[in-house]
């Protein structure tokens, strides 16, 4: 802009001594913009409407140091790109009224956000004043702000300031006296488009020159065009000859990505005024999670990590989780089934056999491994608080992208630990068809909680001190196999497209208690409504099948059943009873446990150690490996059939599972076999 | 350096805002800032915030779509 001849100086411009300077205030929401106007005006305001617009227009009065100022509030905006009736309005009043100063009020401790909009008061036709507010919150988030530097850097006066405490709006006002008096230099640097778009800038520039009308300038105006501002387009169709519009619209057509080089240019301008006046503290916490994510989220060491605590989650699991698991069989289960057989022993023998067999033995089993999933749950839920299960979800990305996988799939495939129903339903979140139709074919093979559950209750049966070890090899077998198939499938309906996935890492910080048995109860309470509604129900029905229709459990109709695919179920080793408690985790996965219950009726003996010394290693492991990779229960299968909308995915999907469990089954009972 | 920004994100992989911006020499805030933008340009879209659907699902919590504008994805 300009600066003043010494003369000027001895008579002010005539205009400011017949009214009042004419201040407008700038700056994005909740920067202290209105504490500013209010500690400005006082009583002295009059609030009404902009012309035409709903949106509220602020000004006031007052004078100071004798000198009379009219301030209007502009409404806060982000930037002045006409994408919202504020931002039209906010600039619509700088170039029509031109007000001798524009106080733009910034927010010290976000620079960053507050400069976007300076930089697009900048080049506007009224000088700037930065009113550099809340430096006191700055300073207590330990950001150093230097104004000195940021005048410097910006060539236009920064006063810094803490509206809230009345701190430095004396030196804001003789500022803005002396920038309207033109006492002060003004030489702002304006941030510059992206070289390569320089040459374009100008072209059009050359075009709508002469044809522009006021109060617009030529070269804001071709910027605006290359921005694909909507109003600015509007105006100068309207405004050019149709052939030197048909010229500068193929020019814009040919450049559609002049607005990512304008916006470019900003932020380029942004981050030097920020690298050159700001200092950021870089100690305690940030310190501390940057310190650890150079472990966690590594490539390598990350996954080495991840494995590490899982397995250590495991460990605490049956360590602590099985004896009390064990202490429940005892305590309540066997208890309560030789109490309803003492109640029930004048009652039909189907009622006590319903009763003990069906319903505790059943459901009641279920409900046993409830302390194993209460301590599960809090050691995922401990990982979740303190922050890591976002680091997990991270590294485990950044292997899907390795294998190749598509990488918006995580965070749906992510969800399927906790249930595969929302993991399915989370895939709407990837618009290609063909990525969501492979996450949703992958989803099933994230190990999900009840899976788990079923893992943990077993392992520890046939396996004793070893268990840890198995439920960890199971749970990276299913990953193993999700990365397999999802390595042959992507291959075949992908041909190995690129995509990013950006996201923040919270914090790591202490857990918190109260979030932590809050998270506890609400899991924990779900699983004990499933045991007490859909695995009773399929307990009742199981036991009704097993004892139909003479009573005796080998002659049953489910003993039928069972051993009409005893065939598959023997190169597994897995006997009729185990195939059927395979076949009952379709309607919920827990129910493989209640089929036990119900079709070994142990009595005396608890279902645990019955298993033990029923089944060979071989089996137990083939049973588990199967269990893990089987179809998916019910309710997922409705969910796959539902989001791919198609029968026909639906049954590939069950078909693909059904395979490949029975070949891993296979596979882990016939080398077992030869091992032992 | 919207340019770069999107330089970075077409060579696909996972990020965190923080190494995209120390690999643009800048802060956190600015590429927050500049997915935002970008996002506003149909360059990228913000993770999609949970819905009903979440709302009985006990991972909600811990999930990253539940916090919006924490998570972004190339547009293709």
Known sequence: ?676 | MLDRLLELLRAGGTHRVSDLARALDTTPELVEMMLEDLSRAGYVKPVAACTETCASCPLADSCIPAQPGKAWTLSL
């Open chain 1, 1 to 676: 802009m300009s600066t003043c001849h010494p003369l000027q100086k001895v008579s002010p411009l005539p205009a400011l001594q017949e009214r009042p300077i004419l201040v407008a205030l700038a700056g994005q929401p909740n920067v202290g913009k209105s504490t500013l106007f209010n500690l400005l005006t006082g009583l002295h305001q009059h609030v009404g409407n902009w012309p035409g617009k709903t949106v509220e227009r602020k000004e006031g009065d007052f004078s100071f140091n004798g000198v009379s100022y009219r301030l209007v509030d502009l409404p806060g905006t982000y930037s002045l790109t006409a994408n919202s009736p504020e931002e039209l309005i906010a600039r619509e009043f700088i170039l029509r009224e031109r007000p001798d100063v524009v106080v733009a009020v910034v927010d010290a401790a976000t620079l960053e956000r507050s400069l976007y909009l300076v930089a697009e008061l900048l080049p506007l036709p009224a000088p700037v004043v930065v009113a550099l507010n809340m430096m006191d919150v700055a300073r207590q988030e330990g950001i150093q702000v230097e104004p000195e530097v940021l005048q410097a850097a910006l060539g236009v006066p920064v006063i810094p300031m803490s509206a809230t405490r009345g701190v430095g709006v004396q030196e804001l006002l003789e500022t803005v006296e002396r920038m309207a008096r033109g006492d002060l230099p003004y030489a702002p640097r304006l941030p510059q488009i992206r070289p390569d778009h320089r040459e374009v800038l100008e072209a059009i520039e050359e075009r709508i020159a002469g044809y522009v009308p006021g109060p617009y300038s030529g070269d804001w105006v071709a910027l605006k065009l290359l921005e694909g501002d909507p109003e600015m387009t509007r105006m100068a169709r309207e405004a050019l000859p149709p052939e030197r519009w048909e010229e500068v619209h193929a020019i814009l057509r040919a450049h559609d990505d002049a607005q990512v080089a304008v916006a470019s240019g900003r932020y380029e301008w942004i981050g030097r005024m920020v690298r050159a006046a700001v200092t950021r503290p870089r100690i305690g916490q940030i310190g501390l999670t940057e310190r650890l994510d150079r472990w966690a989220t590594h490539p390598f060491w990350g996954l080495v990590i991840l494995a590490g605590i899982l397995g250590a989650v495991f460990w605490l699991t049956y360590t602590v989780g099985a004896p009390l698991q064990g202490l429940l069989e005892t305590a309540l289960v066997r208890t309560l089934a030789e109490g309803a057989r003492d109640l029930l022993s004048g009652a039909p023998a189907w009622l006590s056999g319903l009763l003990a067999d069906g319903i505790i033995g059943g459901a009641g089993a279920v409900l046993t491994f409830l302390p194993i999933l209460v301590i599960f749950f809090a050691a995922m839920a401990f990982l979740e608080d303190v922050g890591y299960m976002a680091r997990a979800a991270y590294v485990m990305d950044g292997l899907m992208h390795l294998i190749g996988l598509h990488g918006k799939s995580f965070l749906p495939l992510f969800l399927g630990f906790g249930c595969n129903v929302p993991a399915i339903l989370g895939t709407r979140v990837i618009e290609s068809r063909r990525a969501r139709l492979l996450t949703i074919l992958l989803a099933p093979l994230v190990p999900c909680t009840a899976r788990m559950a079923v893992v943990v209750f077993l392992a520890p049966a046939f396996f004793g001190p070893a268990a840890p070890l198995v439920a960890w090899g199971l749970v990276l077998l299913s990953l193993a196999t999700l990365a397999l198939v999802g390595i042959a499938l992507n291959r075949a309906l992908f041909q190995g497209r690129r995509s990013a996935f950006i996201m923040e890492l919270p914090l790591y910080h202490l857990p918190n208690g109260r979030t932590i048995a809050l998270s506890v109860w609400e899991r924990s309470w779900a699983f004990v409504r499933k045991a007490g509604t859909v695995i009773l129900a399929v307990s009742v029905v199981i036991w009704a099948l097993s004892t139909l229709p003479g009573g005796d459990v080998e002659t049953s109709v489910l003993a039928q059943l069972g051993k009409s695919l005893e065939p598959v179920g023997r190169l597994m080793g897995l006997d009729w009873r185990l195939t059927v408690a395979l076949l009952s985790s379709f309607i919920a996965k827990e129910n493989s446990i209640a089929t036990m219950g119900v079709l070994y009726r142990t009595g005396e003996e608890g279902l645990a150690d019955f298993l033990a010394a029923t089944y060979s290693t071989a089996t137990a492991l083939a049973f588990l490996v199967v269990q893990v990779l089987f179809i998916p229960c019910m309710a997922t299968v409705a969910a796959i059939r539902q989001e791919t909308g198609a029968w026909r995915w639906t049954v590939f999907s069950i078909g693909l599972l059904l395979g490949l469990s029975l070949l891993a089954g296979t596979v882990t009972f016939q080398v077992a076999m030869l091992v032992k």
